[in-house]
């Protein structure tokens, strides 16, 4: 009777013990984990959809797009909004915006290392706003000491700069000790004073500022200078001087220049770029939701959530939502149809024809309150809430029953050392029955 390999027969015992539950155990996390990977497929690009959407439906951003030309350039640059009113402006530049710049009156042998005094305060302000700074907190490393160049980087690092960047200048064989405001505008004027340090050639620097640039905001003339609409800003932007334009001056004319031309018109390419941008957004996601739910019956097979009623419902209500009427019409009316394979497509001519003869109800059907894109997002909104959105709740239960899978997993790996424990010692007693036997025989000179 031959011997007997214990280790090699309770291993093949025990795996044969664990082996149908480890195949079912390996088969539903599997499962479950395909269908975690296709709800994250379609979360991701319901919410590019969405993005897609909230890029065409806010202040700056519509469907219609809108252009604006100047008549010269290095002047007056200008953008318009989807709200824009075409025309033409006329726009004169008198002054740009400039921010308060002044040289402090150091001594001629200021150098970066020149030490300042380390008591006594210095006070800045900008615009009602106020930075008392000790000097004694310039001696970072209290070696007793702190130089010029420890003043600037403490008023442009401190927590309570009131918008003042200090700046060392060299010039020649001179270096400067500068103050510049951040912000442009004429309320934005730099006041600085040094008191109580007991030294008066710093004390007096602060009193005796030489102006390098004056604060000043822009100023621009709708029509003739002197003659139209005069509007002024602390900066070189104006927002609302027209609705839906931003007007960004560069230069001031020289007095008696003749106005720039603005014309505001309509981009029909950037329009049909957006719209374009949109119908290839709606067919993304249908694309997307038919890949992980479609039955194929000719080959037998079932994506990861076919027939799900998540993807369904959002299906249907997106479907029924670019269909329905808004602002008195609907979408193929105006060149923009689903085929018969599902597919959104653009007919350029209808397309065109709408933005010629209905741009504004264009506009409106897409862009108007509770019109289109609002529609869109409203009935994605509550499935992608990140605290208790469907997807969320849908991935959260996956995660739960593959964890709940792993901590059987490891309950069987227990039984499987337990089996082959027992096993172990089952065979390995047998091998030693065996082997007595085997040795029995032979004094008998009849080896098994």
């Keep these: 009777m031959s011997s007997i390999d214990p280790a090699t027969m309770a291993q093949q015992l025990a795996t044969f013990d664990v082996q149908p539950f480890k195949q079912r155990y390996t088969k539903q996390a599997s499962q479950y984990q395909t269908k975690l990977d296709a709800l994250g497929k379609v979360e991701s690009a319901l919410r590019e959809f969405r993005t897609a959407v909230n890029e065409m439906n806010n202040s700056s951003s519509g469907i ?4 604006a030309k100047v008549s010269s350039e290095g002047v007056l640059t200008a953008s318009a909004e989807s709200n824009a009113l075409t025309g033409s402006y006329q726009i004169f530049v008198e002054q740009v ?7 402090v009156g150091m001594p001629e042998t200021l150098e970066p290392s020149t030490q300042v005094p380390l008591t006594g305060t210095l006070e800045l302000e900008v615009d009602g706003k106020k930075l008392l700074l000790d000097l004694a907190s310039l001696d970072s490393d209290g070696d007793g000491q702190a130089s010029i160049a420890d003043l600037a980087s403490a008023i442009n690092h401190h927590e309570n700069n009131p918008g003042v960047n200090a700046t060392l200048v060299r010039s020649g064989s001179k270096t400067h000790f500068m103050l510049s405001s951040e912000e442009t505008g004429k309320k934005n004027v730099v006041e600085v004073s040094a008191s109580g340090t007991g ?8 009193t005796s500022l030489k102006e390098l640039s004056p604060a000043k905001n822009a100023i621009i003339w709708l029509g003739e200078q002197g003659d139209g609409l005069k509007l002024e800003n602390s900066s070189n932007t104006f927002n609302d001087a027209i609705d839906g334009v931003e007007l960004t001056v560069t230069k001031a004319q020289d007095a008696g220049d003749a106005p720039l031309t603005m014309n505001v018109k309509g981009d029909k390419e950037g329009t049909k770029e957006q719209v374009t941008q949109f119908i290839d957004a709606y067919n993304a996601l249908m694309s997307t939701l038919d890949k992980y739910s479609k039955v194929d019956v000719e080959t037998n097979t079932r994506a990861a959530l076919a027939s799900d009623p998540t993807l369904r419902s959002i299906e249907s209500q997106v479907k029924s939502a670019v269909r329905g009427e808004f602002a008195g019409m609907r979408l193929s009316q105006v060149g923009i149809e689903i085929g018969r ?3 959104m497509k653009l007919d350029t001519d209808t397309f065109e024809k709408a933005q010629t003869n209905n741009s504004a109800v264009l506009e409106d059907m897409f862009n108007g309150d509770d019109n289109l894109l609002d529609s869109l997002d409203t009935l994605v909104k509550p499935y992608l809430q990140f605290s208790d959105g469907l997807f969320k709740s849908r991935k959260d239960a996956l995660k739960q029953n593959i964890d709940r899978i792993e901590d059987k997993k490891v309950s069987l790996d227990r039984k499987y050392d337990m089996s082959y424990e027992r096993y172990l010692k089952q065979f390995t007693q047998m091998n030693a029955i065996m082997t007595q036997m085997n040795q029995t025989k032979s004094l008998f000179g009849q080896p098994l």
């Design 64 to 67: 219609i797009k809108n252009s």
């Design 97 to 103: 915006a400039t921010s308060h710049q002044v040289s």
């Design 199 to 206: 030294e008066s050639w710093f004390e007096d620097a602060f």
């Design 341 to 343: 394979d599902g597919k």
